[in-house]
């Protein structure tokens, strides 16, 4: 729970500072490459916090500036809502994030050798 807040907060102020999408997944790469335990965790929580930070950014762009923009763009895409429009950028964003989390667990666990105790 805390590294999804690590990785949205860091998320969240990298998307404000830097216009530059693919800090969705060199954030969660770095966190995962220095907290990561498992593969799998690493996923999981880098996709939710993918999710909270893309999803609730373009949630909040549609309500607020785009709310005009997202219908127009919706029908360009041959999508039938613009909630499902904002429905495919989160799950983008979350997919990378959590891809991004997942490659940086197996850079920590190919770089990392795992300490073995012997008896």
Do not use: C, D, N
């Amino acid at each position: 729970m805390i590294r999804i807040g690590i990785i949205a907060v860091l998320l969240f102020l990298a998307h404000i500072f830097f216009p530059f999408w693919g800090w969705v997944m060199i954030v969660p790469t770095l966190i995962a490459s220095a907290m990561a335990k498992k593969i799998s965790s690493s996923f999981v929580q880098s996709f939710i916090a993918g999710l909270l930070v893309w999803g609730g950014s373009a949630l909040f762009l549609m309500l607020t500036k785009s709310r005009f923009i997202a219908p127009k763009m919706a029908e360009v895409l041959y999508v039938k809502s613009p909630w499902l429009l904002l429905f495919a950028t989160g799950l983008l964003g979350a997919l990378l994030a959590g891809l991004g989390g997942a490659l940086g667990a197996t850079f920590r666990f190919l770089l990392v050798k795992p300490r073995r105790y012997e008896e």
